[in-house]
């Protein structure tokens, strides 16, 4: 029998307002714990990304929401790599300053970081993003002209050899909305992850290469009382670090299984827990996991927008109140402990016939 690696993956959705998780990269301390536990960690971009900051975990996998989908679903394998060659698209309606910003930042991952990128393209319209709120004050959004970033995407791929996208797109200004004031003093919903996530799922649901998003915006100004949790996104003019961090080693996707076990490939038979938010479960990633033996551990005090319990869904999982709880159940599933023999008092074993009578 082949002992795989103990595999975890940590979802917090985009775009639900969640209060770890929902802000600028405010889930990256919960990832690296969760890290030092296990041997490979599976994330996606919301919780490693934190504008211009961010930090290196060798052990953790960059997967966008779409190909976590398809992965938790069993139609796709995730390879690991060394280093990804980086396609970067600029929205046409980003304008020269800010353009310039980008560009330098970057020049300055090729130099400082040592990252590989190919030769960038500018799409051939303005992507023309605009941003929605649901009913439920969960954010989406749509952009005008979706066929022009396939194609700037297809540009990079088959005459630059792009093996992972990174972009940038011109987002709306809004400095005196109510959700950019409520979600700077870290209260509410990020206006701009669900349209973000539209943008990568395009790509890689299209090309099944990794991608993330940048937002090019306007730097907004000084708030005294910001929170900590919002941070992140004003230290400067651009969000791209993170992306073309976390996009050099993301894992490239397997469209078709192989007949027999290929090195370090993961398929989702090989994930042993899945961490989310306890009103989160509705994603097409948690629902394909929950129906598979991987522990589901839901986190009570990770609170969202969202009203969908595991319970509902009839998903059997495990309900902790915080993530360092979570992180002990992890430690004794990998352990092979019961997590009843942790506790002060354990009931006597009780007949089977006397149970069912």
Not at 12 to 35: C, E, F, H, N, S
Not at 183 to 188: I, L, V
Not at 211 to 231: F, G, Q, Y
Request: a negative charge; one cysteine or more; aromatic letters at 6%.
């Amino acid at each position: 029998m082949i002992k795989h690696p103990y595999t975890a993956v940590l979802i917090v959705p985009t775009g639900i307002g969640a209060t770890i998780g929902g802000y600028a990269g405010d889930a990256l301390p919960v990832a690296k714990a969760i890290a030092q536990v296990v041997d490979r960690l599976i994330t996606h971009p919301n919780v490693l990304n934190g504008a211009q900051l961010y930090w290196n975990l060798p052990n953790a996998l960059y997967v966008e929401g779409y190909g976590l989908d398809q992965f938790a679903a069993g139609n796709w394998g995730l390879h690991p790599v060394l280093q990804n060659r980086i396609g970067l698209i600029l929205d046409q309606g980003i304008e020269p300053e800010l353009r310039s910003r980008h560009l330098q930042v970057a020049d300055a991952a090729r130099a400082t970081l040592g990252l590989t990128l190919t030769e960038y393209i500018l799409t051939d319209q303005p992507l023309n993003v605009e941003l929605k709120t649901a009913p439920s004050g969960a954010t989406w959004g749509t952009i005008e002209h979706p066929d022009s970033l396939l194609r700037a995407a297809d540009k990079l791929i088959q005459q630059a050899g792009a093996e992972a996208i990174a972009v940038v797109a011109r987002f709306p200004d809004d400095f005196d909305s109510e959700a950019l004031q409520n979600y700077r003093h870290g209260r509410g919903v990020d206006p701009l992850a669900g349209a973000e996530a539209v943008i990568s799922h395009l790509i890689v649901r299209t090309f099944q290469v990794p991608c993330a998003h940048a937002p090019a915006l306007a730097p907004l100004p000084l708030e005294p009382d910001l929170s900590p949790r919002s941070a992140a996104e004003e230290l400067g003019y651009t969000f791209l670090p993170c992306v073309l961090v976390g996009l050099s080693r993301a894992p490239q996707f397997i469209t078709r299984r192989p007949a027999s076990f290929q090195g370090d490939d993961l398929w989702t038979d090989q994930v042993n827990a899945l961490i989310i938010p306890a009103t989160a479960c509705g994603g097409s990633a948690i629902l394909s996991l929950g129906q598979t033996k991987t522990r589901i551990i839901a986190v009570c005090e990770n609170l969202t927008k969202m009203q969908v319990p595991p319970e509902v869904l009839g998903i059997n999982a495990v309900s902790v109140r915080s993530y360092l709880e979570a992180l002990g159940v992890l430690v004794c599933d990998r352990a092979g402990i019961a997590q009843t023999a942790l506790q002060s008092t354990i009931s006597p074993l009780k007949s089977l016939e006397t149970l069912h009578n």
